[in-house]
């Protein structure tokens, strides 16, 4: 049941940070108390290795405020967030990392953007990064290329750890893959358009090494691909599949006439003229005859799926009078 009455739940996803754990969990009870808000902590371990989980044992006897969940193997920093939004109770939900480079500081400032600026979603924005230059030019790229494909223009830092949500959003949104990387885009394909952005203090890396590698680009750029197509025609695919197979389909047919009625001109006229089949411009309106002929088969197929899925008509609504 949820505690409708609690301000703010924090969700760590960590892998291998038992060095960093108890200081940023100290650090987050300091801010806290301070700013007297009811609060907790959930500890996500993504199949952590060392001793991450033994130390958020040892930590929850101490502080009431813990939660802990631990997965049996790494799932990604995705799975975590998705286990970890649904566990959250508070009415405020901030997502940091758990290698300190996000700063617990900036919690009053985040909740105050959610309670009384009433935004669905503030992204944290590392304006001033301390990451080496080969993590931070492809991350200008990445963000380049998300603002451009999601149509979300204020954001600079989409893949920044610390944001915070009205709860609302994270109860409204599945997190899979790397998704977590788009989770301004997932909140937008929700129905949550107000999102904003705050710059945040970026801390260098006191303990462990980054798990950043170049992989994770490549499989991110994909699931911006996917998270865009399936956000503008997941309900309907028809309209995607079937209007680029039926202008393939079209352009190849009309190639294919203008072929054989240039022959046939020639031969009334006694020119010279050429086999329809020794033209190379035949074989490429033949390609797309065919592929325009497949895309439409797939959405078709693809239309059947989704109109036999059990979250056809599943809509996100605001409100009821």
């Known amino acids: 049941m949820l505690n409708s009455h609690m301000d703010i739940s924090v969700v760590v996803p960590l892998y291998n940070e038992e060095e960093s754990l108890p200081e940023l969990v100290e ?24 001793r991450s989980w033994e130390v958020i044992e040892d930590l929850k006897k101490l502080h009431p405020h813990i939660r802990g969940i631990k997965f049996r193997r790494n799932y990604g920093k995705s799975a975590a967030l998705n286990v970890g ?16 480079q996000d700063s617990p500081d900036e919690i009053p400032g985040l909740y105050s953007r959610i309670v009384d600026d009433k935004y669905d979603l503030i992204s944290g924005w590392k304006k001033k990064r301390h ?60 129905g949550f358009k107000k999102i904003g ?17 170049l992989s994770r680009f490549i499989n991110g750029f994909l699931d911006l691909v996917s998270i865009v197509f399936v956000g503008k025609f997941g309900k309907r695919p028809m309209h995607f599949f079937g209007a680029m197979g039926v202008l393939s389909f079209f352009a190849g047919t009309v190639i294919s006439v203008w072929l054989i009625a240039e022959k046939l001109y020639d031969i009334s006229q006694g020119h010279k ?20 002929f497949q895309l439409f088969l797939t959405g ?3 239309e059947l799926v989704a109109r036999n899925s059990s979250e056809r008509n599943a809509y996100q609504i605001e409100r009821e009078a």
Request: glycine content about 6%; aromatic content about 12%.
């Open 131 to 190: 990451d080496p230059i080969t993590k931070t030019v492809p991350t200008k790229l990445f963000n380049s290329a998300t603002r451009k494909m999601s149509g979300i223009h204020n954001l600079h830092d989409f893949n920044c750890g610390l944001k915070a949500y009205r709860r609302e959003v994270i109860k409204s949104i599945e997190v899979y893959g790397e998704m977590h990387r788009y989770i301004p885009v997932l909140a937008k394909w929700a």
């Open 27 to 50: 650090w987050n009870r300091r801010v806290m108390e301070t700013h007297n808000y009811s609060y907790e902590i959930i500890l996500v371990d993504d199949g952590s290795t060392d």
């Open 300 to 302: 078709f197929v693809a």
């Open 85 to 100: 939004f649904e566990a959250a109770q508070g009415r405020v939900v901030i997502t940091m990392d758990a290698d300190l």
């Open 273 to 292: 003229f050429r086999n329809v089949t020794d033209q190379p411009l035949f074989f490429i309106a033949l390609v797309a005859i065919i592929v325009g």
């Open 197 to 213: 952005e705050q710059v945040v203090e970026h801390r260098p890396r006191k303990y462990g090494t980054t798990k950043f590698g």
